[in-house]
Protein backbone atom coordinates (compact mmCIF):
# COMPACT_ATOMS: atom_id res chain seq x y z
CA UNK A 1 0.00 0.00 0.00
CA UNK A 2 2.94 2.36 0.07
CA UNK A 3 5.85 3.74 2.00
CA UNK A 4 3.56 5.74 4.51
CA UNK A 5 1.22 2.98 5.01
CA UNK A 6 4.51 0.71 5.47
CA UNK A 7 5.67 3.21 8.13
CA UNK A 8 2.09 3.72 9.75
CA UNK A 9 1.53 -0.01 10.13
CA UNK A 10 5.13 -0.46 12.09
CA UNK A 11 4.39 2.52 14.55
CA UNK A 12 1.27 1.39 14.94
CA UNK A 13 2.01 -1.81 15.98
CA UNK A 14 4.35 -0.72 18.55
CA UNK A 15 2.11 1.97 20.25
CA UNK A 16 -0.03 -1.29 20.42
CA UNK A 17 2.44 -3.63 22.32
CA UNK A 18 3.18 -0.48 24.81
CA UNK A 19 -0.53 -0.12 25.78
CA UNK A 20 0.10 3.49 23.72
CA UNK A 21 -2.53 3.24 21.30
CA UNK A 22 -5.67 5.89 20.76
CA UNK A 23 -8.35 5.87 18.66
CA UNK A 24 -11.11 7.80 18.48
CA UNK A 25 -14.86 7.06 19.44
CA UNK A 26 -17.37 9.81 18.50
CA UNK A 27 -20.28 10.94 20.95
CA UNK A 28 -23.65 10.83 20.02
CA UNK A 29 -25.27 13.73 22.67
CA UNK A 30 -24.19 17.22 23.01
CA UNK A 31 -21.23 17.44 25.93
CA UNK A 32 -22.61 17.46 29.27
CA UNK A 33 -22.74 16.02 32.71
CA UNK A 34 -24.08 12.60 30.95
CA UNK A 35 -23.27 11.83 27.04
CA UNK A 36 -23.85 8.42 25.07
CA UNK A 37 -21.32 6.89 23.42
CA UNK A 38 -22.40 3.31 22.21
CA UNK A 39 -26.02 3.79 21.42
CA UNK A 40 -28.16 3.59 24.37
CA UNK A 41 -24.83 3.77 26.56
CA UNK A 42 -25.43 6.25 28.71
CA UNK A 43 -22.43 7.26 31.13
CA UNK A 44 -21.52 9.91 33.61
CA UNK A 45 -19.31 12.25 32.04
CA UNK A 46 -16.02 12.73 34.58
CA UNK A 47 -13.69 13.00 31.19
CA UNK A 48 -14.36 16.80 29.72
CA UNK A 49 -13.07 20.30 30.91
CA UNK A 50 -16.64 21.73 30.78
CA UNK A 51 -16.16 23.06 34.28
CA UNK A 52 -18.85 25.79 34.12
CA UNK A 53 -20.94 23.10 31.78
CA UNK A 54 -21.45 25.38 29.21
CA UNK A 55 -20.45 23.37 26.26
CA UNK A 56 -23.86 22.23 25.51
CA UNK A 57 -25.88 25.54 26.67
CA UNK A 58 -28.52 26.75 24.75
CA UNK A 59 -27.91 30.24 25.01
CA UNK A 60 -24.42 29.96 23.71
CA UNK A 61 -25.33 27.90 20.82
CA UNK A 62 -28.28 30.31 20.05
CA UNK A 63 -25.63 33.03 19.87
CA UNK A 64 -23.37 31.23 17.65
CA UNK A 65 -26.31 30.20 15.33
CA UNK A 66 -26.94 34.01 15.19
CA UNK A 67 -23.15 34.47 15.13
CA UNK A 68 -23.53 32.84 11.54
CA UNK A 69 -26.35 33.99 10.38
CA UNK A 70 -24.88 37.59 10.71
CA UNK A 71 -21.68 37.08 9.54
CA UNK A 72 -21.59 33.76 8.01
CA UNK A 73 -20.04 30.56 8.66
CA UNK A 74 -16.08 31.48 8.06
CA UNK A 75 -13.39 33.99 8.22
CA UNK A 76 -11.92 33.41 4.84
CA UNK A 77 -8.65 34.98 5.63
CA UNK A 78 -5.92 35.69 8.02
CA UNK A 79 -6.70 38.79 10.42
CA UNK A 80 -4.13 40.49 8.82
CA UNK A 81 -5.88 39.92 5.28
CA UNK A 82 -9.68 40.26 5.46
CA UNK A 83 -10.31 37.64 8.01
CA UNK A 84 -10.74 40.96 10.79
CA UNK A 85 -14.54 40.93 11.83
CA UNK A 86 -16.20 43.85 14.15
CA UNK A 87 -16.96 40.25 17.12
CA UNK A 88 -13.66 39.18 16.97
CA UNK A 89 -12.85 43.25 18.16
CA UNK A 90 -15.82 43.14 20.90
CA UNK A 91 -14.76 40.04 22.12
CA UNK A 92 -10.74 41.24 22.50
CA UNK A 93 -12.71 44.33 24.34
CA UNK A 94 -14.62 42.15 26.95
CA UNK A 95 -11.56 39.94 27.32
CA UNK A 96 -9.15 42.65 28.21
CA UNK A 97 -11.80 43.92 30.73
CA UNK A 98 -12.27 40.51 32.06
CA UNK A 99 -8.50 40.16 32.76
CA UNK A 100 -8.09 43.95 33.74
CA UNK A 101 -5.61 44.18 31.27
CA UNK A 102 -5.21 46.90 28.34
CA UNK A 103 -5.12 44.48 25.59
CA UNK A 104 -6.00 40.95 24.58
CA UNK A 105 -5.73 39.09 21.37
CA UNK A 106 -7.68 36.13 20.04
CA UNK A 107 -6.07 32.97 18.87
CA UNK A 108 -7.70 29.57 17.02
CA UNK A 109 -6.27 27.45 20.13
CA UNK A 110 -4.68 27.32 23.25
CA UNK A 111 -2.15 25.30 21.43
CA UNK A 112 -1.63 28.27 18.95
CA UNK A 113 -1.97 30.83 21.37
CA UNK A 114 1.27 29.48 23.32
CA UNK A 115 3.42 28.78 20.07
CA UNK A 116 2.78 32.33 19.01
CA UNK A 117 3.37 33.50 22.67
CA UNK A 118 7.01 31.94 23.66
CA UNK A 119 8.77 32.11 19.84
CA UNK A 120 7.60 35.70 19.64
CA UNK A 121 9.74 37.07 23.19
CA UNK A 122 12.63 34.99 23.08
CA UNK A 123 14.97 33.90 20.48
CA UNK A 124 18.07 31.97 20.22
CA UNK A 125 20.11 33.96 22.43
CA UNK A 126 17.82 33.63 24.88
CA UNK A 127 16.67 31.53 28.02
CA UNK A 128 13.36 29.72 29.26
CA UNK A 129 12.67 27.78 32.10
CA UNK A 130 9.63 25.34 31.88
CA UNK A 131 8.51 23.25 34.71
CA UNK A 132 8.65 20.19 34.20
CA UNK A 133 4.81 19.23 33.84
CA UNK A 134 3.99 21.77 31.62
CA UNK A 135 1.50 21.22 28.95
CA UNK A 136 2.72 19.49 25.55
CA UNK A 137 1.80 22.83 23.91
CA UNK A 138 3.99 24.98 25.80
CA UNK A 139 6.95 22.32 25.36
CA UNK A 140 6.44 22.44 21.41
CA UNK A 141 6.36 26.55 22.33
CA UNK A 142 9.77 26.32 23.66
CA UNK A 143 11.25 24.22 20.58
CA UNK A 144 9.74 26.33 18.26
CA UNK A 145 11.34 29.43 19.98
CA UNK A 146 14.56 28.27 19.82
CA UNK A 147 16.14 29.53 22.77
CA UNK A 148 18.06 27.65 25.55
CA UNK A 149 14.97 25.31 27.26
CA UNK A 150 15.65 24.50 31.14
CA UNK A 151 13.33 22.11 32.57
CA UNK A 152 12.93 23.48 36.53
CA UNK A 153 11.71 20.57 38.44
CA UNK A 154 7.56 20.46 39.25
CA UNK A 155 6.87 24.21 41.19
CA UNK A 156 10.16 24.08 42.28
CA UNK A 157 10.45 28.06 42.93
CA UNK A 158 13.87 27.33 43.84
CA UNK A 159 15.43 25.29 41.43
CA UNK A 160 13.77 28.21 38.61
CA UNK A 161 15.91 31.08 40.57
CA UNK A 162 19.24 29.13 40.98
CA UNK A 163 18.37 28.62 36.92
CA UNK A 164 17.80 32.44 36.75
CA UNK A 165 20.98 33.28 38.43
CA UNK A 166 23.26 30.86 37.13
CA UNK A 167 22.28 31.26 33.33
CA UNK A 168 23.34 33.96 31.69
CA UNK A 169 21.21 35.37 28.41
CA UNK A 170 19.75 38.63 26.61
CA UNK A 171 16.14 37.53 27.87
CA UNK A 172 14.65 35.47 30.24
CA UNK A 173 10.99 34.01 30.35
CA UNK A 174 9.51 31.63 32.92
CA UNK A 175 6.64 29.80 31.55
CA UNK A 176 4.32 27.65 33.56
CA UNK A 177 0.56 26.21 33.77
CA UNK A 178 -1.52 27.63 36.59
CA UNK A 179 -3.37 24.87 37.28
CA UNK A 180 -1.64 21.67 35.88
CA UNK A 181 -3.72 20.05 33.49
CA UNK A 182 -3.28 16.16 34.52
CA UNK A 183 -2.33 16.44 38.14
CA UNK A 184 -5.08 19.42 38.83
CA UNK A 185 -2.01 21.54 41.39
CA UNK A 186 -1.42 24.66 40.93
CA UNK A 187 1.39 26.73 40.57
CA UNK A 188 3.27 28.96 42.60
CA UNK A 189 2.71 32.21 40.81
CA UNK A 190 3.05 34.51 43.42
CA UNK A 191 6.56 33.25 44.29
CA UNK A 192 7.76 33.17 40.87
CA UNK A 193 6.05 36.47 39.54
CA UNK A 194 8.64 37.68 42.62
CA UNK A 195 11.78 35.71 41.70
CA UNK A 196 10.89 36.63 37.86
CA UNK A 197 10.95 40.59 38.72
CA UNK A 198 14.27 40.28 41.19
CA UNK A 199 16.04 38.62 37.97
CA UNK A 200 14.68 40.66 34.89
CA UNK A 201 12.81 37.84 33.44
CA UNK A 202 9.29 37.30 32.24
CA UNK A 203 6.64 35.42 33.40
CA UNK A 204 4.25 33.32 30.87
CA UNK A 205 1.07 32.15 32.89
CA UNK A 206 -1.58 29.45 31.12
CA UNK A 207 -4.38 29.56 32.38
CA UNK A 208 -6.13 27.32 30.59
CA UNK A 209 -7.47 25.06 33.57
CA UNK A 210 -8.16 28.32 35.76
CA UNK A 211 -10.06 30.56 33.06
CA UNK A 212 -13.66 30.80 34.65
CA UNK A 213 -12.65 28.53 37.41
CA UNK A 214 -11.10 30.54 39.70
CA UNK A 215 -12.20 33.73 40.00
CA UNK A 216 -8.83 35.70 41.12
CA UNK A 217 -6.10 36.36 38.71
CA UNK A 218 -2.58 36.21 39.57
CA UNK A 219 0.17 38.36 38.32
CA UNK A 220 1.59 37.57 35.27
CA UNK A 221 3.55 39.39 32.41
CA UNK A 222 1.63 37.34 29.33
CA UNK A 223 -1.55 35.54 30.57
CA UNK A 224 -2.85 33.16 27.92
CA UNK A 225 -6.25 31.70 28.51
CA UNK A 226 -8.43 28.92 26.65
CA UNK A 227 -11.78 29.46 24.99
CA UNK A 228 -12.46 26.05 25.17
CA UNK A 229 -12.45 24.64 28.70
CA UNK A 230 -14.71 26.74 31.33
CA UNK A 231 -16.05 29.11 28.53
CA UNK A 232 -17.38 25.99 26.91
CA UNK A 233 -16.54 27.19 22.99
CA UNK A 234 -13.38 27.27 20.91
CA UNK A 235 -10.05 29.64 20.86
CA UNK A 236 -7.98 31.35 23.04
CA UNK A 237 -6.62 34.79 23.79
CA UNK A 238 -3.41 36.22 25.34
CA UNK A 239 -4.06 39.30 27.49
CA UNK A 240 -1.39 41.79 28.64
CA UNK A 241 -0.23 45.53 27.43
CA UNK A 242 -1.05 46.92 24.27
CA UNK A 243 2.79 47.09 23.22
CA UNK A 244 2.55 42.74 24.42
CA UNK A 245 -0.68 42.13 22.37
CA UNK A 246 0.53 44.86 19.09
CA UNK A 247 3.71 42.99 18.83
CA UNK A 248 1.91 39.41 18.94
CA UNK A 249 -0.01 40.76 15.66
CA UNK A 250 3.63 41.02 14.57
CA UNK A 251 5.29 38.35 15.07
CA UNK A 252 2.52 35.66 16.12
CA UNK A 253 3.11 32.87 13.27
CA UNK A 254 0.13 31.31 14.07
CA UNK A 255 -1.56 34.72 13.78
CA UNK A 256 0.00 35.71 10.81
CA UNK A 257 -0.63 32.47 9.08
CA UNK A 258 -3.84 30.61 9.66
CA UNK A 259 -7.17 32.06 8.75
CA UNK A 260 -8.67 33.47 11.64
CA UNK A 261 -11.24 32.44 13.98
CA UNK A 262 -14.96 32.97 12.64
CA UNK A 263 -16.73 35.73 13.87
CA UNK A 264 -19.38 33.88 14.74
CA UNK A 265 -17.41 31.70 17.69
CA UNK A 266 -16.11 35.17 18.74
CA UNK A 267 -20.13 35.92 18.79
CA UNK A 268 -20.87 32.39 20.96
CA UNK A 269 -17.45 33.50 23.14
CA UNK A 270 -19.17 36.84 24.39
CA UNK A 271 -22.04 35.37 25.06
CA UNK A 272 -20.28 32.89 27.65
CA UNK A 273 -18.24 35.55 29.12
CA UNK A 274 -21.49 37.61 29.89
CA UNK A 275 -22.47 33.90 31.46
CA UNK A 276 -19.42 33.27 33.44
CA UNK A 277 -18.75 37.17 35.03
CA UNK A 278 -22.20 37.73 35.95
CA UNK A 279 -24.40 36.14 38.76
CA UNK A 280 -25.03 33.41 36.92
CA UNK A 281 -21.16 32.46 36.74
CA UNK A 282 -20.54 33.01 40.29
CA UNK A 283 -23.44 30.04 41.17
CA UNK A 284 -21.91 28.17 38.96
CA UNK A 285 -18.42 28.25 40.43
CA UNK A 286 -19.70 27.68 43.63
CA UNK A 287 -21.63 24.54 42.19
CA UNK A 288 -18.10 23.18 40.85
CA UNK A 289 -16.20 23.61 43.95
CA UNK A 290 -19.09 21.97 46.03
CA UNK A 291 -18.47 19.20 43.42
CA UNK A 292 -14.72 19.34 44.25
CA UNK A 293 -15.14 19.04 47.43
CA UNK A 294 -17.72 15.92 47.63
CA UNK A 295 -15.42 14.19 45.26
CA UNK A 296 -12.64 14.94 47.55
CA UNK A 297 -14.23 13.25 50.34
CA UNK A 298 -15.08 10.72 48.76
CA UNK A 299 -11.90 9.76 47.60
CA UNK A 300 -9.81 10.27 51.29
CA UNK A 301 -12.95 7.85 52.39
CA UNK A 302 -11.38 5.45 50.29
CA UNK A 303 -7.51 6.08 51.13
CA UNK A 304 -6.45 7.97 48.09
CA UNK A 305 -5.01 11.18 47.81
CA UNK A 306 -7.19 14.36 47.04
CA UNK A 307 -6.06 17.81 47.04
CA UNK A 308 -9.31 19.62 45.99
CA UNK A 309 -7.78 23.17 45.03
CA UNK A 310 -8.83 22.23 41.64
CA UNK A 311 -11.72 20.40 39.59
CA UNK A 312 -9.36 17.95 38.53
CA UNK A 313 -7.92 14.91 40.45
CA UNK A 314 -5.41 12.67 39.20
CA UNK A 315 -5.58 8.91 39.64
CA UNK A 316 -2.13 7.88 39.05
CA UNK A 317 -1.80 4.39 38.93
CA UNK A 318 1.23 3.25 36.89
CA UNK A 319 0.88 1.10 33.81
CA UNK A 320 -0.76 2.19 31.03
CA UNK A 321 -2.49 -1.19 30.96
CA UNK A 322 -3.51 -0.25 34.49
CA UNK A 323 -4.97 2.61 33.73
CA UNK A 324 -6.80 1.23 30.42
CA UNK A 325 -8.10 -1.60 33.33
CA UNK A 326 -9.38 0.45 35.67
CA UNK A 327 -11.00 2.88 32.81
CA UNK A 328 -12.75 -0.06 31.18
CA UNK A 329 -14.26 -1.03 34.65
CA UNK A 330 -15.56 1.97 35.50
CA UNK A 331 -16.69 2.35 31.88
CA UNK A 332 -19.11 -1.02 32.44
CA UNK A 333 -20.15 0.87 35.75
CA UNK A 334 -21.93 3.64 34.22
CA UNK A 335 -18.90 6.37 34.24
CA UNK A 336 -16.45 7.84 31.64
CA UNK A 337 -12.84 8.52 32.73
CA UNK A 338 -10.80 8.03 30.74
CA UNK A 339 -7.38 6.81 31.17
CA UNK A 340 -4.37 8.98 30.75
CA UNK A 341 -1.18 7.99 29.05
CA UNK A 342 2.77 8.77 27.95
CA UNK A 343 3.46 11.20 26.39
CA UNK A 344 0.55 13.06 27.91
CA UNK A 345 1.92 12.43 31.42
CA UNK A 346 5.43 10.83 31.88
CA UNK A 347 6.13 7.48 32.02
CA UNK A 348 5.37 5.53 35.06
CA UNK A 349 1.97 7.63 36.00
CA UNK A 350 0.12 6.60 33.43
CA UNK A 351 -3.31 7.25 35.04
CA UNK A 352 -7.36 8.16 35.29
CA UNK A 353 -7.80 12.21 35.58
CA UNK A 354 -11.31 12.94 37.46
CA UNK A 355 -12.94 16.49 36.20
CA UNK A 356 -15.26 17.57 37.81
CA UNK A 357 -17.94 20.07 36.49
CA UNK A 358 -20.60 23.00 38.00
CA UNK A 359 -23.14 20.67 36.07
CA UNK A 360 -22.40 17.05 37.78
CA UNK A 361 -24.98 16.90 40.18
CA UNK A 362 -24.34 15.66 43.85
CA UNK A 363 -26.17 12.10 42.51
CA UNK A 364 -23.59 12.21 39.60
CA UNK A 365 -20.84 12.61 42.19
CA UNK A 366 -22.06 10.11 44.53
CA UNK A 367 -22.51 7.83 41.67
CA UNK A 368 -18.70 8.20 40.31
CA UNK A 369 -17.74 7.45 43.35
CA UNK A 370 -19.87 3.69 44.42
CA UNK A 371 -18.09 2.72 40.51
CA UNK A 372 -14.72 4.19 41.81
CA UNK A 373 -14.84 1.76 44.66
CA UNK A 374 -15.96 -0.93 43.21
CA UNK A 375 -13.40 -0.41 40.19
CA UNK A 376 -10.79 -0.27 42.05
C1 LIG B 1 -2.57 23.74 29.97
C2 LIG B 1 -3.12 23.74 28.59
N1 LIG B 1 -2.68 24.66 27.72
C3 LIG B 1 -3.15 24.70 26.47
C4 LIG B 1 -4.10 23.82 26.02
C5 LIG B 1 -4.57 23.90 24.62
O1 LIG B 1 -5.77 24.59 24.57
P1 LIG B 1 -6.76 24.34 23.34
O2 LIG B 1 -7.47 23.07 23.63
O3 LIG B 1 -7.65 25.53 23.33
O4 LIG B 1 -5.90 24.25 22.12
C6 LIG B 1 -4.59 22.84 26.91
C7 LIG B 1 -5.63 21.87 26.56
O5 LIG B 1 -5.86 21.33 25.59
C8 LIG B 1 -4.07 22.79 28.20
O6 LIG B 1 -4.48 21.85 29.06
Known amino acids: MGVADDIARVELDALRARGLLRALEPLRSPAGAEIELRPGERLINLSSNDYLGLAGDARIAAALAEGAARWGAGA ?74 EIYPHVDVGAAEHLLR ?53 PADLRMATHSKALGVAGAHVAGTRAVCDLLLNRARPLIFSTALPPAIACAVLKSLQIVRGPEGDGRRARLWRNVARFAEGLRSLGLPARANSPIFPLVLGTPDKALGVASRLREL ?12 PAGTSRIRFALTAAHTDAHVDAAFSALRTAC
Open 76 to 149: AASRLVTGNFLPQHELENELASFEGTEAALLFNSGYAANCALVPAFVGPEDLVLSDALNHASIIDACRLSRARV
Open 166 to 218: EIPARRKLVVTDSIFSMDGDRAPLRELSEVCARHGAMLAVDEAHATGVLAEKM
Open 334 to 345: GVLAKAIRPPTV
